[in-house]
């Protein structure tokens, strides 16, 4: 069993970046492939970044591309979403994932973390 618990979300303003941590427990995440979603209020949850167990690979949602930086920490069991140039479409709570597999996803993980807010203001 993994658990997840993300950190660092918080008020930022439009422009601005935030750095959110996703740390793993129960068991070492080094062969799972973790993901970060985000769920704004009343839409659904979307995926929005992941990387590869190894860490070399990395994939990201189009509202994402340029702004966002996923990366991993395997001795340290964590994730991290860098994210800067932030929008007030931004806004939502951020969810990390992760899956036992060594590629990465847009779907299809098995454990998640409980969430932490993002707003943006403009």
């Known amino acids: 069993q993994v658990q997840l618990v993300e950190s660092g979300g918080g008020l930022a303003q439009a422009g601005g970046s935030l750095r959110l941590s996703c740390a793993a427990s129960?068991?070492?995440?080094?062969?799972?492939?973790m993901a970060w979603f985000r769920q704004a209020p009343g839409k659904a949850r979307e995926f929005v970044a992941a990387?590869?167990?190894?860490?070399?690979?990395?994939y990201y949602a189009d509202s994402a591309k340029d702004r966002f930086t996923i990366s991993r920490d395997n001795p340290k069991n964590t994730v991290y979403l860098q994210m800067n140039s932030l929008k007030p479409e931004d806004t939502a709570v951020y969810y990390c994932?992760?899956?036992?597999?060594?590629?990465?996803?847009?779907?299809?993980?098995?454990?998640w973390g409980q969430g932490t807010q993002v707003t943006v203001s403009s």
């Open positions: 994932a992760a899956r036992p597999a060594k590629a990465y996803s847009t779907a299809n993980y098995d454990y």
């Open positions: 990387i590869s167990s190894s860490g070399r690979n990395t």
């Open positions: 129960g068991r070492t995440v080094s062969s799972y492939a």
